[in-house]
């Protein structure tokens, strides 16, 4: 298995080119970015809990904190680990009566739990170095600008996600 290279959320943010939200990790130096664009809805799950908003009812992910809880199970981690065909895959590794489990999940799913069990999130190296090129709905031409837009993000531009 590759390194896994311990993350954190930078932000969340829309992608000006495609108006699609991305979530934006962090390394521990932050010196190495990884945007990944997610859904509207895993979006507002993400920012929901970055925002510390409770829901009148649980919400799914919350669902999925609290059936954890009731099985005296525990999220260890999660681990963004694969690229494939510009999309990223994610493992919940689920430790339950010492035995751990590895559940295949999407990115934004598994972020948006992460961030609810307090769990640490991990970015296999192999998946970074693929990154380094990755942007989707980007038309031909216009990848280096968009590495250019990733690099000149100042703090302020993460501010509070709007849906």
Not at 19 to 40: A, H, Y
Not at 83 to 101: H, N, Y
């Amino acid at each position: 298995m590759s390194e896994l290279v311990p993350m954190s959320i930078k932000g969340l943010m829309l992608d000006p080119v495609s108006n699609s939200p991305i979530v934006v990790l962090k390394d521990e130096q932050e010196t190495c970015f990884l945007p990944i664009w997610v859904g509207i809805f895993e979006a507002n799950a993400i920012a929901l809990q970055l925002e510390n908003v409770t829901t009148p009812r649980p919400m799914t992910h919350d669902l999925l904190k609290n059936m954890i809880a009731e099985l005296n199970a525990q999220v260890s981690r999660i681990v963004i680990n694969d690229l494939r065909d510009s999309t990223f895959f994610a493992q919940i590794l689920l430790v339950i009566g010492g035995k751990t489990l590895e559940l295949d999940a999407r990115p934004s799913d598994a972020i948006a739990l992460a961030l609810r069990v307090e769990a640490p999130i991990y970015v296999a190296q192999t998946v970074l170095d693929q990154a380094q090129t990755i942007s989707p709905d980007v038309e031909e031409g216009q990848e280096e600008k968009m590495k250019k837009w990733f690099e000149n993000l100042e703090n302020e531009d993460f501010g509070k996600y709007k849906m």
